[in-house]
Antibody, heavy 121, light 111 residues
Framework: EVQLVESGGGLVQPGGSLRLSCAVSAVSGFTVSNNYMTWVRQAPGKGLEWVSLIYSGGHTYYADSVQGRFTISRDYSKNILYLQMNSLRPDDTAVYYC????????????WGQGTLVTVSS | QSALTQPASVSGSPGQSITISCTGSSSDVGSYNLVSWYQHHPGKAPKLMIYEVSKRPSGISNRFSGSKSGNTASLTISGLQAEDEADYYCWSYAGSGTFVGFGGGTKLTVL
């Protein structure tokens, strides 16, 4: 069973930065480096919004809304996925989920429980 | 605004069937049989319900089914139950390195 656990959310002022983490707990050798991993968010009262994705080979992709401000990365030794968020805006306020993306079947199969980010002064 | 269009809400009574549509374009839904559907209860992790248009992951009730016609994919839930009340989202492949995002989401209310 694969478990994804997000952390790092909290209250931050507009213009500030925050780094989210997604730790993987797996019985069988699931690693963030061998999988396509993604971040998805849900703002209050809004739907799911895809934010960013990193291929196993390292290519990264971002939604237009976060391009140039957010950076997805991973730590091989710690088996952790990150989302570095800079120049935060109030409309970045959301619950952020990490998930595994299966590129062959084009689906998100494992999800974390989410971490709340609030951008407010 | 999402590239994949879903109705904002649908409703049905217990035991009835409902269908949620997901309309894209010839560049995504219309070109690939790679549409997936997710159920999301507030405060919980989203859950994969359907993939590759009509396939069900292990453990998903056969009350959930998917189909596609042209640029529109559909999720049908038969024999509605109270626990089906949730938000539902579609996702479609749109080509290598192209991500159109989730559909806008549909709130299902079980009356």
């Amino acid at each position: 069973e694969v478990q994804l656990v997000e952390s790092g959310g909290g209250l931050v002022q507009p213009g500030g930065s925050l780094r989210l983490s997604c730790a993987v707990s797996a019985v069988s050798g699931f690693t963030v480096s061998n999988n396509y991993m993604t971040w998805v968010r849900q703002a209050p009262g809004k739907g799911l919004e895809w934010v960013s994705l990193i291929y196993s080979g390292g290519h990264t992709y971002y939604a237009d809304s976060v391009q140039g401000r957010f950076t997805i990365s991973r730590d091989y030794s710690k088996n952790i996925l990150y989302l570095q968020m800079n120049s935060l805006r109030p409309d970045d306020t959301a619950v952020y989920y990490c998930a595994r993306y299966d590129p062959a079947e084009v689906l998100f199969d494992y999800w974390g429980q989410g971490t709340l980010v609030t951008v407010s002064s | 605004q999402s590239a994949l269009t879903q109705p904002a809400s649908v409703s049905g009574s217990p035991g009835q069937s409902i269908t949620i549509s997901c309309t894209g374009s010839s560049s995504d839904v219309g070109s690939y049989n790679l549409v997936s559907w997710y159920q999301h209860h507030p405060g919980k992790a989203p859950k994969l319900m359907i993939y590759e248009v009509s396939k069900r992951p292990s453990g998903i009730s056969n009350r959930f089914s998917g189909s596609k016609s042209g640029n529109t994919a559909s999720l049908t839930i038969s024999g509605l139950q109270a626990e089906d009340e949730a938000d539902y989202y579609c996702w479609s492949y749109a080509g290598s390195g192209t991500f159109v995002g989730f559909g806008g989401g549909t709130k299902l209310t079980v009356l």
